[in-house]
């Protein structure tokens, strides 16, 4: 009996939860799923100027939505945050929309930087139904102008000691929706390179950039460089050791006012090669503080909080890619995430990215789940780095394919939630097979060049869609 209850139980459960959308599509590679209502429907727009008066429509894609010329439609609208004072509708405002040309539209005045909801309902034959859920957001001038692109910089390939060639590992970063990446092979940055020339001629939109983790001679610190024009490793091998040495040991002698225990070597060390990173024009960040290796974190707590102190990294790898069952063992990013609200609280506020660290992309449990989104007007390499610097990027996790979670500035954290929900599962699945034809050319193969070409700017197509031009 208990056992018919039980299944009785989860059935309705089951139901429930597909009636709601919540098991009627699937997971993407990245762990996003598409909304029901956005998979049937088109939102043009679904992000507009915040203080202004904007058109939005309400698009049926098929038959089984289309809209019915007998039934009464009618939109309930509530902002999420402020209620209006400017003149635009209420909490609650139901308006009773025609539809004009297979859409409903409505024009208001969206105010403040907020979520929009809007509830439609049809009304036939004396029945009424709820046919569509819709989300918008309005956004303030000084971000509307960019767009949110997801990146890696933190992964190896079998140039170190990850698994796939160069070549394959950028296809498959494209193929879970990455807009930008890096390899950062262990002391070699010429896989990065490799997977750059590869594809540099070829029709993609991936843009692709060179990255090292770099461990610097007796530093137990590992500092990733993202977009430095030279290699890190080289400037201490052969030769250029003594230097290496030499320039380490006087900033070493420079030290003052340091904590009583901490090993100032490895203080001097990791700013050495911050100070390298930044002479390259590249991006520094210090990685995995808290990762466990030898039964301890890896970096002593004395050194770690000086260099939280001092600030001598560009950003923080606030969330890294750990996997499921790791997690679950020792909940590094739980640490790392406390670390950084512990830092905020004290006034120090710093950059913040998502990695996956994967060492095997077609094996991992995190690869495409873990990664930094940053609003920047472009996916050019200038821009990627001033919008991590800017704080307009936030560390994103997805483990286990299940909630997505984004950890960074309060205000880039609420949008980021809307587009992980609202916006970035069918970019995704746009880069899904762009991705797979990397690969294919990766293997040799040239058919895949056409269709590749064919693909090219479907991502800024796709975002002139989903942003309003200003009115």
């Not at 599509?25 to 008066?53: F, K």
């Not at 208001?108 to 709820?130: C, Y």
């Amino acid at each position: 009996m208990k056992r018919i209850v039980f299944l009785l139980t989860l059935s309705l459960i089951l139901a429930g939860a597909s009636f709601a959308g919540v098991l009627d599509t699937p997971h993407l590679e990245s762990g996003l799923q598409i909304r029901i209502d956005n998979r049937y429907w088109d939102v043009l727009p679904q992000i507009v100027p915040a203080d202004q008066e904007s058109t939005v429509s309400f698009v049926p894609l098929f038959d089984h939505v289309k809209l019915i010329d007998n039934a009464v439609y009618e939109l309930t609208y509530t902002p999420m945050e402020f209620e209006p004072i400017q003149g635009g509708p209420k909490a609650g405002t139901k308006t009773v929309i025609t539809p004009e040309d297979g859409r409903i539209s409505i024009t208001m005045l969206f105010e403040e930087e907020q979520e929009h909801d809007f509830i439609l309902n049809r009304t036939l034959d004396g029945k009424t139904n709820q046919v569509g859920r819709f989300r918008i957001y309005s956004l303030k001038s000084d971000l509307y102008g960019m767009r949110p692109y997801k990146g890696d910089f933190h992964q190896h390939s079998n140039r170190s000691d990850g698994v796939e060639s160069p070549a394959y590992v950028a296809g498959a970063c494209r193929r879970v929706g990455l807009d930008w990446t890096a390899l950062s092979d262990h002391h070699f940055r010429g896989g990065s390179i490799e997977a750059r020339d590869f594809f540099a001629d070829l029709p993609i939109d991936l843009r692709l950039y060179p990255g090292e983790e770099c461990h610097s001679p007796g530093n137990p610190v590992h500092i990733l460089s993202f977009g430095a024009n030279e290699g890190i490793t080289e400037q201490w091998k052969d030769d250029l050791r003594e230097v290496y040495d030499q320039e380490v040991a006087e900033i070493q002698e420079g030290l003052s006012d340091v904590p009583e225990g901490m090993d100032k070597f490895h203080y001097a060390a990791c700013i050495w090669v911050s100070k390298k990173i930044a002479e390259f024009n590249g991006l520094s960040m210090l990685c995995h503080p808290y990762w466990v290796t030898g039964n301890r974190y890896n970096v002593d707590e004395r050194l770690l909080n000086h260099i939280f102190a001092t600030r001598i990294f560009d950003a923080y790898e606030l969330i890294s890619g750990f996997s499921w069952d790791s997690l679950n063992n020792l909940d590094v990013n739980g640490i790392q995430v406390a670390r950084y609200v512990e830092e905020c609280a004290k006034g120090n506020r710093m950059p913040v990215c998502g990695i996956a660290d994967t060492h095997g992309h077609e094996r991992s449990d995190q690869f495409g789940r873990y990664y930094t989104l940053v609003i920047a007007p472009t996916t050019d390499l200038s821009d990627i780095i001033e919008g991590i610097r800017d704080y307009r990027s936030v560390a994103v996790e997805t483990p286990k394919g299940e909630l997505a979670r984004a950890y960074g500035p309060f205000r880039i954290v609420k949008f980021a939630k809307y587009l992980l929900r609202e916006v970035l599962p069918q970019h995704d699945e746009l880069c899904f097979e762009e991705g797979r034809l990397m690969i294919q050319c990766a293997s040799g193969d040239e058919s895949a060049l056409p269709r590749l070409a064919q693909l090219q700017g479907q991502i800024a197509r796709f975002y002139d869609k989903v942003y309003s031009p200003v009115n």
